[in-house]
């Protein structure tokens, strides 16, 4: 018999279902005897769902308390500046997003990787003299989050490892993690402004290591590295030959005493991948587009690198349309008085809320120098009713209704972040309340009475 021929049972006395006999290479196999069938449902979460773990809301999901109803809730444990209505975004740049609607060219889909015209104007605005760009070495993302998503996805391969600063933004464990990826914590120091412990840093790299995060300003704490700082951080990667993803979505967000210096225009050795979006500096996080900037002057990623985003893009249809096409009014329809202003009130409340902080025994705030938060160290030993900093924001909740993030979100336990967006008169009240509480609640610790004394 010929393979590939189906036969048909002519008997006339057919059974319900068709006797259907496939003759494959002369063999016959029966439907009704299939292999490996099921014999019940078993449906179950992949591996990547198991793995994924985001801790802020591990931590904050677990919350049970009740803020005190008494009070009116004072939320400084929320990254997203719209929130109080209080720093809205440029009109220049809700009418780009009008016209880009109304012009009807933005509905279709768009490449991948973004509209050519809208990676040129990404291009041309971050283009250095020290760190060219051109409109290939520009993808545009769902965000900033799904930058960092496709760099990671790109640079290691389950197995490997990453280093990511302490305390860090939670969402590049949370991105490793699910794809099987080691995560290294380094160590940023608070007496000396977060700066990175370097030899902590390069001890921890091996032949695993695809790549150091570097988030510069940084979230959770403020900071912003000095140009020597970032050097040295650069000749550990150059040393060690590891790729640098420098998250910099807070680089334009730097107060007047500070100066962000973007990574790759310190070095033509390291190939980095720059992630940033709209989000902070334009005030609009919901709108959801980011970049990756490529920087490889020695042609160390190679096409090879380039090609593995583009095919990582290919799995979504790219961000959103419309925004690409108002991008070019928003890049250069936005007056600088808007950017000046932000930053104006963001100081004006980083310094209020450091000042205020800063005189509440028991507390050690860090100085911020820009992004939108503030770290503050609890001295446990003269909170001895709170086992850690959990309890400490949790209480802070039930007794003054006044939400802050235990930086054990970030891997850093013993301080809180504070963002510090809030409306300056929430702000104030804020810290009356906090300054409150540690009054409350603070006990000399043993052998140091003299010091509470005075």
């Known amino acids: 018999m010929d393979p590939y021929v189906i036969q048909m049972n002519s008997n006339s006395n057919l059974p319900s279902v068709l006797d259907v006999h496939v003759n494959?290479?002369?063999?016959?196999?029966?439907?009704?005897?299939?292999?490996g069938r099921k014999t019940r449902w078993s449906v179950k979460p992949s591996d990547m769902s198991?793995?994924?773990?985001?801790?802020?809301?591990?931590?904050?999901?677990?919350?049970?308390?009740?803020?005190?109803?008494?009070?009116?809730?004072?939320?400084?444990s929320i990254g997203d500046p719209t929130v109080f209505g209080n720093l809205p975004t440029d009109p220049e740049v809700t009418q780009a997003m009008k016209d880009a609607l109304d012009s009807g060219k933005y509905n279709g889909y768009a490449p991948s990787t973004g509209y050519l015209s809208s990676r040129e104007e990404i291009a041309s605005y971050y283009h250095r003299p020290e760190a060219p760009l051109e409109a290939k070495d520009v993808i545009l993302t769902s965000g900033c989050s799904q930058a960092i998503e496709l760099c990671l996805a790109v640079l290691a391969n389950p197995g490997q490892n990453i280093l990511v600063p302490r305390p860090g933004f939670s969402l590049y464990r949370t991105l490793a993690e699910s794809m099987g990826i080691e995560i290294k914590l380094y160590n940023l120091l608070p007496e000396k402004s977060w700066e990175v412990d370097l030899k902590q840093l390069?001890?921890?790299?091996?032949?695993?290591?695809?790549?150091?995060?570097?988030?510069?300003?940084?979230?959770?704490?403020?900071?912003?590295?000095?140009?020597?700082?970032?050097?040295?951080?650069?000749?550990?990667?150059?040393?060690?030959?590891?790729?640098?993803?420098a998250d910099e979505i807070y680089g334009d967000m730097v107060f007047s005493d500070s100066k962000f210096e973007p990574m790759a225009t310190l070095s033509?050795?390291?190939?980095?991948?720059?992630?940033?979006?709209?989000?902070?500096?334009?005030?609009?996080?919901?709108?959801?587009?980011?970049?990756?900037?490529?920087?490889?002057?020695?042609?160390?990623?190679?096409?090879?690198?380039?090609?593995?985003?583009?095919?990582?893009?290919?799995?979504?249809?790219?961000?959103?349309?419309?925004v690409q096409g108002a991008l070019k009014s928003i890049l250069h329809r936005t007056p600088q008085e808007f950017y000046h202003n932000t930053l104006s009130f963001l100081k004006s409340n980083a310094?209020?809320?450091?000042?205020?902080?800063?005189?509440?025994?028991?507390?050690?705030?860090?100085?911020?120098?820009?992004?939108?938060?503030?770290?503050?160290?609890?001295?446990?030993?003269?909170?001895?009713?709170?086992?850690?900093?959990?309890?400490?924001?949790?209480?802070?909740?039930?007794?003054?209704?006044?939400?802050?993030?235990?930086?054990?979100?970030?891997e850093y336990p013993n301080f809180f972040r504070v963002v510090i967006t809030v409306p300056k008169v929430m702000?104030?009240?804020?810290?009356?309340?906090?300054?409150?509480?540690?009054?409350?609640?603070?006990?000399?610790?043993?052998?140091?009475?003299?010091?509470?004394?005075k």
């Not at 005030?283 to 990582?312: A, Q, S, T």
């Not at 450091?354 to 507390?363: C, E, M, N, R, T």
């Not at 906090?434 to 043993?446: G, P, R, T, V």
Request: proline residues 6%; glycine residues 8%.
């Open 24 to 35: 494959i290479g002369g063999r016959s196999s029966v439907s009704g005897k299939m292999k």
């Open 50 to 76: 198991n793995k994924t773990f985001n801790p802020i809301r591990a931590i904050v999901d677990s919350t049970k308390v009740k803020p005190n109803p008494n009070k009116t809730t004072i939320a400084l």
């Open 202 to 245: 390069e001890s921890l790299i091996d032949e695993k290591t695809a790549c150091l995060v570097v988030n510069n300003p940084s979230n959770p704490c403020g900071s912003v590295f000095s140009k020597s700082h970032l050097q040295k951080i650069l000749a550990v990667a150059a040393r060690q030959c590891v790729p640098i993803l």
């Open 268 to 322: 033509s050795n390291v190939p980095i991948l720059s992630c940033g979006g709209l989000a902070k500096r334009w005030l609009v996080p919901g709108w959801r587009l980011g970049w990756i900037l490529i920087h490889d002057r020695r042609d160390i990623f190679g096409n090879e690198i380039r090609d593995g985003l583009v095919k990582l893009s290919q799995r979504i249809m790219g961000p959103c349309t419309i």
């Open 351 to 410: 310094d209020l809320c450091y000042s205020a902080l800063a005189g509440i025994p028991g507390l050690r705030p860090v100085r911020p120098s820009g992004a939108m938060y503030l770290m503050v160290g609890i001295e446990m030993e003269h909170f001895p009713e709170f086992e850690n900093d959990v309890e400490f924001t949790e209480r802070l909740i039930a007794e003054q209704s006044i939400y802050c993030l235990p930086a054990t979100c970030f």
């Open 427 to 453: 702000m104030l009240e804020a810290c009356s309340r906090i300054q409150e509480f540690c009054e409350l609640h603070y006990h000399c610790a043993e052998g140091s009475q003299e010091e509470c004394d």
